[in-house]
């Protein structure tokens, strides 16, 4: 079905298979020759009694050749003139409209812009049809392009997140020595290496050096060159000829500093701390019985090792899966839940207090100092202003590193200060507080108040015991669900 662009009339077939113009386009044809002519019914019956003057008057029949409309193609008969004028006098009055001067208006159908000359309003109409076809095509031309510009910015931005988060998980792996780059060995080798360099290690101090770490590895045992001894001793004779500002001081049993060295730099804070903590236990006797296959402290390597070993036994599979099982030859840090799951499967009787936030102003942890207090003032000395107590060091860990407590002081205005090792700090600095004639001044080494433990959360695991293979058995169990108790 075809209808007329302008009026909307359904044509008859022949009419439109000769009519795909746009009537607005179209000019009136003779119905006898089709031959154009000019708008008007009296053009069109002029040239009919010029052209064709025995087919008669405008209107009358002729055999054969019925009359059509010029517009429509229907047959007209005699009232061709009147048919035109009825239907579509739109297309003939409104245009050619006279103006009394005998002068034809035509209106474009489209915008109402009115022209003098029919030619002049048909390429007029033609360049709206044209710019209409070309506005169509254009927006999809440009939502395609739109489409295409967000999608492949879409797979850009995708692209670069992808490529974000595989550089920070890589940082991450290096951060935390998970990035397969080797171990204490291979650390130690290359910073020596770059003494050598840089020119403050001998050629033949390193060859010498090696052989010592090549050895003290084999026999999985510390060498020993980053230990000081003795701390304990002199903060208790130092205590006792103090009397300035320090009410009461409760100092954990003997204890040995170890700090790091060439081949644990940057990673090595919670191997350090556990040597600290063994060195504790194996002088005492109560622990020192369950020690029997540890009487000496073992090396970083060992001790990486030994953390496997009790993770084969079973404890922290969660823990041992973030480090894929494997600790020996990587320069992983370890944290508490490490540290806990190596004294216990040695028959330590532990446990870990989770600091989970602040509990005091200033993003302060006064509940950290107090249950440290109270851990070690449970051994009364009587009043004493100097308490030298029985009780292992804690491991004190927060997010980036680990210190050993040692020990807390009671100021005379009841303010608590915790005294910590740090195995940042070097055997030179540490054996400054062996001096007998010390003022004090290096005790900053060790003091930290409440104001300066101001991370958001702090984890420590305290020894307080030993565990029969009953209880090891049961703990090893229950670390398979949970490991930590929450201070509210």
């Known amino acids: ?51 064709h003057p025995e087919s008669g008057p405008p209107g009358s029949s002729r055999p054969g050749a019925p009359l059509e409309c010029p517009f429509c193609g229907e047959a007209a008969g005699r009232e061709l003139e009147e048919h035109v004028r009825e239907r579509h006098g739109h297309l003939l009055g409104a245009p050619g409209t006279d103006t009394g001067n005998g002068e034809q208006l035509y209106e474009c ?3 109402s812009l009115t022209c003098t000359d029919i030619q002049i309003l048909e390429e007029h109409v033609n360049l709206h049809l044209e710019e209409h076809s070309f506005s169509e095509g254009g927006h999809i031309r440009d939502l395609e392009l739109a489409q295409q510009l967000q999608t492949e910015e879409d797979k850009w931005r995708r692209s670069e997140e992808e490529k974000r988060e595989r550089e920070e998980f890589k940082k991450l792996q290096r951060q935390y020595g998970l990035d397969n780059s080797g171990g204490y060995k291979q650390q130690f080798l290359k910073n020596m290496e770059r003494e050598v360099d840089r020119g403050r290690m001998q050629p033949f101090e390193y060859h010498k050096r090696k052989a010592d770490m090549m050895e003290s590895l084999a026999f999985g045992l510390d060498d020993g060159k980053t230990r000081t001894s003795g701390v304990i001793e002199a903060l208790c004779k130092y205590y006792q000829n103090e009397n300035k500002d320090v009410r009461h001081v409760w100092l954990s049993a003997g204890v040995d500093h170890f700090h790091s060295s060439l081949g644990d730099r940057g990673w090595g804070c919670g191997y350090r701390n556990f040597q600290m ?28 090792s030994m953390i ?27 944290g508490a839940c490490e540290i806990y799951s190596l004294l216990t ?75 910590l090792f740090d195995p940042g700090c070097s055997s030179q600095e540490m054996q400054k507080l062996l001096k007998q004639n010390s003022d004090g001044t290096n005790l900053k080494l060790l003091r930290k108040f409440m104001g300066s433990l101001k991370e958001k959360q702090y984890q420590i695991v305290a020894v307080d015991g030993v565990l029969s293979l009953e209880e090891k058995a049961a703990r090893c169990r229950a670390s398979q669900v949970l490991t930590s108790e929450k201070i509210p």
């Open 308 to 334: 496997e070993d009790a993770w084969r036994e079973g404890f922290d599979p969660h823990g041992a899966s973030h480090f894929n099982n494997r600790l020996h030859g990587s320069k992983a840090w370890i």
């Open 109 to 111: 159908p489209m915008c």
């Open 1 to 51: 079905m075809v209808l007329c662009d302008v009026c909307g009339q359904v044509l008859p077939a022949e009419a439109a298979a000769r009519r795909r113009l746009p009537l607005c386009r179209r000019q009136p044809r003779c119905p006898l020759c089709l031959a154009a002519a000019a708008p008007g019914c009296d053009e069109l019956r002029r040239h009919l009694e010029k052209a």
């Open 345 to 419: 499967s040695l028959r330590m009787k532990c446990q870990i207090i989770d600091f989970h936030k602040p509990t005091g102003p200033m993003g302060t942890h006064p509940r950290l100092f107090e249950w440290v207090l109270h851990y070690y003032s449970t051994d009364n000395g009587g009043g004493a202003k100097v308490v030298c107590t029985s009780k292992p060091p804690i491991y004190l860990q927060h997010q980036g590193h680990s210190r050993t407590v040692v020990g807390i002081e009671e100021k005379k205005n009841k303010s608590l200060c915790l005294l």
């Open 277 to 304: 903590l063994l060195s504790s236990l194996l002088q005492n006797s109560l622990y020192r019985d369950c020690l029997t296959d540890t009487t000496l402290i073992p090396s970083i390597p060992k001790i990486q």
